[in-house]
C-alpha cells in the first residue's frame, strides 16, 4: 500500500513519462472495497493486460500502459462484476482516471437458503429502495404507472389522480434523474399513457441527499428506464395485445448504435386502453338549497378511451481529455375521449323527491415535451464537472359537455332554479406550463477518502390555467363568471448544496449534507405571492461489523409546495350542491424523518420517525361562506406524527423458487382544523408486498405478485383496506429470438376502495357518506399477452 501511496504522490508532482489508470471502488452505501479484483483488459478479444487488487481504501492503479484500446473488468466476492466501456490511451502522457465506482451487492449464502446471486427485485441503498422492475413478468406490456402502482410502498389513488408513498402524501416524481415539474394530477394522467417496455428500475428515496432537490416531503420517486450501452448497432421491439372492461394494445420500437465515443439512440411506442371504472354513495347531509335533512344515492359510470404516443431520441459524443457532451429529446401526446353517466336520487322527505341525471362527454389532448443538453469532465485526481440544461413544456386541454335531467319522485320533469342547475353545462380547460431548468454539480474524491458533492440549480416556469363554465339558458349559453379562471404564475427556484463524505476507519462513513433553496412564487390575480428562502439539513452514517451486518442512520428535512392548481381560485362544477376549486390559502408541508436501519445479508429491516408540518390533504369537503355550497379543495393538516417498521426480505427457496416479501407497518396521528370543530385522530396502518418467481423446464417461468394497503385516512375522509394480486407467465424463444409473456391484473377482481366520510369531525353539510370506487380490473380481470 505504501508504495501505491508514494507512486500516487510522485505522479500528481512531476510530468508522467509513461500512461497510468487509477480509480477507486465502493459498496452502494459508500463504503470503500478493499482487495477487490481489477482487470485489463484487451478490447478487441478480452485478452489480459494487467491485474491487481484494489487498496485499503479501495484505489487502483495501473502503471507502464501502452498506447491501445482497453476494457476495466472490477469484481469482488458477494457483488455484481463492474465492466468499462472501451477506451482509448493514445499515449504516455494522457492518463486515466474512472474515479469512484459502485458495485452492487449479489448473493450469500444462507443456511437451507439460496439467497438470490443475480439483481434482487429490491436492493436497500443508503436513501431508500430499488425495485428492480426490468426483470419482472408484468412489466412489459404495462404503463408506467401500472408499475408504479406495484412498488412497495406506493399507492396510487386513481379516484383522485393522486400519488402517496409509504401512507405519506408529498411526493417528487422524476424520470431518469429529471423533475417531473407537473401538478400530480396531470402527472398520474402523464404516465397512464407512458409505455414500460423499457423501464429498468424505480428508485424510492426516503431519505434523498442533499444533491437532491427538496421538493417532496414524503420523499421522490424516480423512474429510470435502459440505456443501451453495448458497442455496434442494437435494437429491440415489442407487442402487446389485451383485454379487460374494454380492449387494450401497446408496442414499441427503440435503436441505438455506439461505435467508439459516439452513441446515438431512437425509440417510438405507442398505446391504446379502453378502460371503465365507476363510483357508487350512499349517505345522508343537511343541505339547505335542497330543504334541509336528505338522504341520498348517488352513481357515476366513467369510459375512457386512450391514445397516446411516445418518441425519444439522444446523441452522446466522448470529447478529448475525458469529457462528453450529450442532448436528448423526448416527446409525449396523447388524444383521450371520455364519457360519464351520473346518477342522483335525493330524498328530502317521504313525499320529496329529486332525480338527477348527467351525460358528461369530454375529450383529452395534451402534449409533453423535455429536452436536455449536458457537458461533462472528468479531471485529473478525482474531480468531476457536470453541467445540464432543461426544456420542458405542457400543454392540455380538457373541453367537456354536461346534459341534466332533473325530475321528481314521479318521474315528472322538473326545473330548479339557480345557475347550478341548468338544463346543460359546456366546460374549458387549457394549461400551458414552460419550464427551464440550469444545474451544475461539481465532485472530488481525495486521496485520504473524503468526497466532496457541491453544486447550484435554478429554475424558472411560466403556467397558464384558462378554465370557464357556461350554462344553457334559454337555448343560449351564458358564461359563469364565478367559474372563469385566467390565471398566469410565474415561479423561480435557486438553489445551493454541499455534502461531504467522511471515512471512519475502514467500516465507517459519515455524510454530512445541506441544501439551501429560494422559492419565488407570484400569481397575476387577488392570491397572495410566496416568497421565502430555507435550509434543508441531512445526515448519513454507516457502520459495517461484519461482512454480513451493515448499520445505517439517516436524518432528512424536505418540502412539499402546493402547486398552483392547489392554490388557484377558480370553481369546477361537480354537481349543483358541490364545486372543485383551489385554495389560496395553502402552506408548504415542512417534514423531519430520522431513520435507522440494519441490514443482515440480504435482509432489510428499518425504523423511522417522521414529524409533518402542514401536510396537504386534496379532495377535502368544506363550505363556502354563505353556506350553501359544498367547496372541495385543498386543506392543510395541522400536523402529522408517523412512526414505522419495514422489513425486506428477498429469498431463494430454490434454484427455481424465488420470493421478495415486504412490509411497512405504524403508528400514525394527526391533528385537523377545517373540519366544523378540530379533532385528533390516530390510527395504525400497515402495508404489504411480495412476489414469487418460479423457474420451471424449457425456458418457461411464472411470477406471482401482489400489495395490500389496510385501512388509513386521507385528511378527514377514513379509507377502507384494498389490494390486487397479479399473475404473469413467460416463455423464452431459442437462439434469443425473443420471448412471449402472459399477464393478468387483479385475479381476484378486489380492486375496490371504500371511503366513508363523516367518521371524524364534522365535514360540509354534516355529511355522513360510504362511497365505493371500482377500478376496471374489479370488474374484469386486465388480460395481456407481449412478445
Keep these: 500500500m505504501k508504495s501505491i501511496l508514494i507512486t500516487l504522490m510522485f505522479y500528481g508532482f512531476t510530468q508522467q513519462l509513461n500512461a497510468q489508470i487509477t480509480g477507486m471502488v465502493a459498496a452502494e452505501g459508500g463504503e470503500k472495497i478493499p482487495f477487490a479484483n481489477v482487470l485489463l483488459l484487451q478490447a478487441a478479444d478480452s485478452s489480459f493486460a494487467k491485474g491487481g ?7 487502483f492503479l495501473f502503471e507502464e500502459v501502452e498506447k491501445g484500446r482497453y476494457l476495466i473488468r472490477i469484481s469482488n466476492l458477494g457483488f455484481s462484476t463492474w465492466i468499462s466501456q472501451p477506451f482509448e490511451i493514445a499515449g504516455p502522457d494522457i492518463p486515466r482516471d474512472f474515479g469512484l465506482q459502485t458495485l452492487h451487492a449479489e448473493a450469500i449464502q444462507l443456511e437451507g437458503l439460496e439467497v438470490r446471486a443475480r439483481k434482487g427485485l429490491l436492493q436497500q441503498q443508503a436513501e431508500g429502495t430499488v425495485f428492480n422492475v426490468e426483470g419482472s413478468v408484468m412489466t412489459r406490456g404495462s404503463s408506467a404507472l401500472q408499475v408504479l402502482e406495484r412498488s412497495p410502498g406506493v399507492f396510487i389513488d ?3 389522480n393522486d400519488i402517496s408513498l409509504n401512507g405519506q402524501n408529498g411526493v417528487l416524481l422524476m424520470i431518469n434523474g429529471k423533475q417531473l415539474r407537473l401538478p400530480v394530477a396531470e402527472a398520474v394522467n402523464l404516465l397512464s399513457g407512458m409505455s414500460a417496455d423499457n423501464l429498468e428500475k424505480i428508485e424510492l428515496l426516503t431519505a434523498p441527499s442533499a444533491k437532491h432537490d427538496a421538493e417532496g416531503s414524503a420523499g ?16 429491440s421491439f415489442s407487442l402487446t395485445g389485451g383485454h379487460g372492461w374494454g380492449p387494450k394494445g401497446a408496442g414499441s420500437f427503440n435503436l441505438s448504435r455506439q461505435r467508439g465515443g459516439n452513441r446515438i439512440s431512437g425509440g417510438y411506442a405507442f398505446s391504446y386502453d379502453e378502460t371503465y371504472s365507476d363510483l357508487h354513495g350512499m349517505g345522508s347531509e343537511i343541505v339547505p338549497a335542497l330543504g334541509g335533512d336528505l338522504d341520498f344515492d348517488f352513481k357515476n359510470v366513467s369510459k375512457r378511451i386512450r391514445r397516446s404516443h411516445q418518441f425519444s431520441l439522444g446523441l452522446e459524443r466522448d470529447l478529448a481529455a ?23 336520487h335525493y330524498e328530502i322527505d317521504p313525499d320529496s323527491m329529486v332525480n338527477i341525471r348527467v351525460n358528461i ?4 389532448k395534451w402534449n409533453h415535451l423535455v429536452s436536455n443538453v449536458f457537458f461533462e469532465k472528468q479531471f485529473d485526481g478525482g474531480a468531476k464537472l457536470k453541467l445540464n440544461g432543461d426544456y420542458l413544456h405542457y400543454r392540455h386541454q380538457n373541453p367537456t359537455l354536461a346534459g341534466n335531467q332533473y325530475s321528481n319522485g314521479r318521474g315528472e320533469p322538473i326545473y330548479p332554479q339557480g345557475g347550478l342547475y341548468a338544463e346543460a353545462i359546456k366546460g374549458h380547460s387549457r394549461t400551458s406550463i414552460h419550464i427551464g431548468v440550469l444545474k451544475l454539480d461539481w465532485e472530488k474524491t481525495f486521496s485520504s477518502g473524503i468526497r466532496l458533492e457541491t453544486g447550484l440549480k435554478g429554475s424558472y416556469a411560466e403556467s397558464a390555467n384558462l378554465g370557464s363554465l357556461e350554462r344553457m339558458e334559454q337555448e343560449e349559453w351564458v358564461a359563469d363568471e364565478r367559474s372563469r379562471t385566467n390565471l ?4 423561480g427556484i435557486g438553489a445551493a448544496y454541499s455534502s461531504v463524505y467522511l471515512p471512519l476507519g475502514t467500516s465507517a462513513n459519515l455524510t454530512l449534507g445541506a441544501r439551501y433553496e429560494y422559492w419565488d412564487q407570484q400569481f397575476d390575480d387577488t392570491t397572495p405571492g410566496r416568497r421565502f428562502g430555507k435550509l434543508f439539513p441531512s445526515l448519513f452514517f454507516s457502520k459495517r461489523f461484519s461482512e454480513e451486518t451493515q448499520l445505517r442512520f439517516s436524518y432528512t428535512k424536505r418540502i412539499t409546495r402546493p402547486d398552483y392548481n392547489d392554490l388557484a381560485s377558480y370553481l369546477a362544477y361537480n354537481d349543483p350542491i358541490s364545486v372543485y376549486s383551489g385554495n389560496p390559502l395553502l402552506k408548504p408541508a415542512i ?4 431513520k435507522g436501519g440494519v441490514q443482515y445479508k440480504t435482509a432489510n429491516f428499518s425504523a423511522w420517525y417522521g414529524y409533518t408540518d402542514n401536510p396537504i390533504a386534496r379532495y377535502q369537503i368544506v363550505e363556502n361562506a354563505g353556506s350553501d355550497l359544498v367547496i372541495i379543495s385543498p386543506q392543510n393538516v395541522d400536523w402529522q406524527r408517523t412512526y414505522n417498521v419495514q422489513a425486506d426480505l428477498p429469498v431463494d427457496f430454490s434454484k427455481w423458487w424465488s420470493a421478495n416479501f415486504g412490509l411497512i407497518a405504524g403508528y400514525n396521528r394527526f391533528k385537523l382544523s377545517y373540519t366544523h ?6 390510527f395504525w396502518a400497515c402495508g404489504l408486498n411480495g412476489s414469487q418467481t418460479f423457474t420451471l423446464p424449457e425456458r418457461w417461468s411464472l411470477e406471482l405478485s401482489g400489495w395490500y394497503v389496510s385501512r388509513h385516512y386521507n385528511g378527514s375522509v377514513k379509507v377502507g383496506g384494498f389490494g390486487m394480486l397479479n399473475a404473469g407467465v413467460k416463455h423464452e424463444l431459442k437462439n434469443g429470438r425473443g420471448s412471449f409473456q402472459l399477464s393478468v391484473s387483479d385475479l381476484m377482481g378486489s380492486m375496490r376502495i371504500t371511503s366513508h366520510l363523516g367518521t371524524i369531525g364534522n365535514d360540509a353539510f354534516l355529511v355522513k357518506a360510504d362511497v365505493v370506487y371500482r377500478a376496471e380490473s374489479a370488474v374484469a380481470p386486465i388480460l395481456k399477452l407481449t412478445y
Design 53 to 59: 487488487l484494489t487498496d485499503d481504501e479501495g484505489r
Design 158 to 160: 386513481r379516484r383522485n
Design 220 to 235: 421522490i420517486i424516480n423512474i429510470v428506464f435502459k440505456k443501451n450501452d453495448l458497442e455496434g448497432t442494437n435494437g
Design 322 to 344: 475525458h469529457s462528453a457532451i450529450g442532448a436528448s429529446l423526448s416527446y409525449q401526446f396523447s388524444n383521450d375521449g371520455s364519457g360519464a353517466f351520473n346518477r342522483s
Design 361 to 364: 362527454a369530454g375529450q383529452d
Design 488 to 491: 398566469r404564475v410565474t415561479e
Design 591 to 594: 417534514s423531519n424523518q430520522f
Design 677 to 682: 370543530e378540530p379533532v385528533e385522530e390516530s
